[in-house]
């Protein structure tokens, strides 16, 4: 089974536009408030709404992928991208890769940057969330649970052919992975048990 790594969510409904966050990461980061030296950026106006462009830290990361240099890498126990100054030949092809603009250039110091979610940090923790002053910014962290269980084994017999799966069948599933093998769970097929 895959990795689950922690994550920064953006609610678009709950911002607007007030620029804490990129002023909290440009401080930590660069020891400037200015906005545009941010690595993470709120882009839009309050009449279309706005977007978080910040790096997601993706998966299969495009970034990494066009990287000509092998600058950028994909630390496997934090999740993160990591950008290693010392064999970036500033070509900016990351840049193109990016599908969230989440690595762009830093004209402060000539070079790409990119939200490293405060990894290093001593409370790693990203500081542009506690900054954001309306909750649209969350440190989601519960790939914890999801990599101490997901590979535990299933006890749960699929249901019926028909069965999408829902919350309540998530539910008895991850329960029974918890309590283990000395436990019956009987259910009526089909979705009683959701009642």
Not at 8 to 13: L, M, P, R
Not at 89 to 110: E, F, H, K, P, S
Request: charged share 20%.
């Amino acid at each position: 089974m895959g990795r689950g790594y922690n994550t920064i969510a953006f609610d678009a409904a709950k911002c607007d536009g007030c620029g804490d966050c990129m002023t909290a990461c440009a401080t930590v980061k660069t020891g400037s408030d200015d906005k545009k030296r941010s690595r993470i950026q709120i882009v839009g106006s309050e009449s279309d709404g706005f977007e978080l462009a910040l790096c997601r830290q993706c998966g299969d990361p495009k970034c990494v992928t066009v990287c000509p240099a092998a600058a950028l890498t994909k630390n496997q126990d934090s999740g993160v991208i990591e950008w290693n100054a010392a064999k970036c030949v500033d070509c900016l092809l990351c840049t193109i890769g990016c599908t969230y603009a989440g690595i762009a250039l830093d004209a402060g110091v000539g070079h790409v940057a990119k939200c490293d979610m405060c990894y290093a940090s001593p409370d790693g923790a990203p500081a542009c969330v506690p900054a954001c002053p309306h909750d649209a910014l969350t440190y989601i962290t519960t790939s914890r649970i999801y990599n101490e269980v997901g590979d535990w084994e299933d006890l749960f017999a699929p249901g019926l052919a028909g069965c999408q799966g829902c919350n309540t069948e998530l539910l008895m599933r991850h329960t029974l992975r918890r309590v283990g093998p000395e436990t019956v769970l009987a259910t009526p097929p089909g979705c009683v048990p959701g009642m």
